[in-house]
């Protein structure tokens, strides 16, 4: 048996969005308070959880490629294409730090509960059909500054695939020691129970308003 | 049943989770996770009901309309999976909580706009980008590609500048 498999069905498509959907949800990410206070610095699940997630499937990836269990570039690995994918980050940034979701944050805020989650979402397919809309005269701009084809970190810097994980290793170690100490002076992060209980109505600490269904 | 939520994990054992599902669909499908390709989809869908004739001529949408039925894909299902995934998690942790959520300094009505003004930006620059944080940052930055990081860049640095320009939003 050679992996990746390579296969798109429908049980393979369920139980990536299961676990995905689920480690989410446990991180907190269905809370638009939480996931927006990383912007105020008080709170840095953001940061922490999606540096942890790289990390572990970069070194995943890694270690099955030294291993001989995944050939070569046997992954899909996007391409650059400079301008277009700088401010397409700028605007889900931006959209997030306003809007309180990105795309698979939302979903997550549907299934917990959040009715501003669904009208994120019809704000996305919105935005989503005046970009194809517009697609034409933006053409130039969607394909300029392409980079190398599926250009890798290791690639552009010129060292080992190895040197650069340590490198992400250590600025993760950094990153979340610096953010555990401005969480601590903010007051945050924020807990279950707070973001469970809607703005303007103190925590019950006996009982929450969360709603069992 | 109302009963006290159960505690968020903490984020080390929600990232090596998250990793490890991002690792596990790299291993069973060859690409990673993503959530806009569903978006983007459901909006070609949803656009070739309105105005079929103008959805099948468009430089974007037609193709996904040419291949035939535009849901019919790998990513629906992910797409799913998530929300029974999510739904499963806050259930079972008593974490459902239907409001709308927002900052103690703004009424419902103005989350709303708010939701949704985000909600066009971000599904605007999803199509730029070429995907999303699940997409380009998270599964882009696990195989180390540039691009994941350009992106990654670009979402942090927007997300402050805006958080600051709107600190009423949230605080």
Not at chain 1, 30 to 45: E, I
Not at chain 1, 73 to 87: D, R, S
Not at chain 2, 88 to 107: D, F, K, M, T, Y
Request: charge should be positive; proline fraction near 5%.
């Amino acid at each position: 048996m050679s992996f990746p498999l390579y296969d798109y069905g429908i049980a393979s498509g369920l139980i990536s969005g299961v676990l995905f959907g689920y480690a989410l949800e446990g991180a907190g990410f269905g809370s638009p308070r939480k996931l927006t206070a990383q912007f105020s610095l008080r709170d840095f699940a953001v940061f922490k959880v999606m540096f942890t997630a790289v990390l572990v499937c970069a070194v995943g990836l890694y270690l099955l490629r030294s291993g001989g269990i995944i050939a070569e570039n046997a992954v899909y690995v996007p391409t650059l294409f400079f301008w277009a994918i700088l401010v397409g980050g700028l605007l889900i940034g931006g959209g997030f730090a306003l809007g309180g979701y990105c795309p698979g944050t939302s979903l997550v805020g549907i299934s917990s509960g959040r009715i501003d989650a669904v009208v994120f979402t019809i704000g996305m397919i919105g935005g989503t059909t005046a970009f194809a809309f517009v697609y034409e005269p933006l053409q130039n701009f969607y394909f300029a500054a392409k980079g190398p084809d599926a250009q890798r970190l290791p690639d552009l810097l010129g060292i080992p695939e190895w040197a650069v994980l340590v490198i992400l290793g250590v600025l993760a170690l950094a990153g979340f020691a610096v953010g555990s100490l401005l969480e601590r002076a903010r007051g945050g992060p924020l807990t279950a129970e707070e973001v469970c209980t809607p703005a303007g109505e103190e925590p019950l600490s006996a009982s929450g308003h969360a709603m069992k269904i | 049943m109302i009963e006290k939520p159960q505690p968020f994990w903490s984020p080390v054992a929600a990232g090596v989770a998250l990793g490890l599902a991002l690792l596990l669909t790299f291993v069973i499908t060859g690409n990673g996770l993503g959530a806009s390709g569903f978006i983007t989809r459901f909006a070609a869908q949803t656009s070739a009901w309105v105005a079929p004739e103008a959805t099948a001529t468009n430089a974007y949408f037609g193709p996904f309309i040419q291949a035939g039925k535009p849901l019919a894909s790998w990513i629906t299902w992910e797409a799913i999976g998530v929300l029974i995934g999510a739904y499963l998690g806050s259930r079972n942790a008593g974490r459902i909580s239907v409001q709308v959520e927002r900052g103690p300094s703004i009424g419902r009505g103005e989350r709303l706009i708010y939701a949704l003004i985000g909600g066009v930006l971000v599904g605007f620059g999803a199509r730029l980008a070429r995907g999303c944080t699940s997409g380009l940052g998270l599964s882009g930055g696990a195989t180390l590609a540039v691009a994941g990081f350009v992106f990654l860049i670009g979402f942090f640095a927007a997300g402050f500048l805006v958080s600051a320009v709107f600190r009423r939003a949230w605080q």
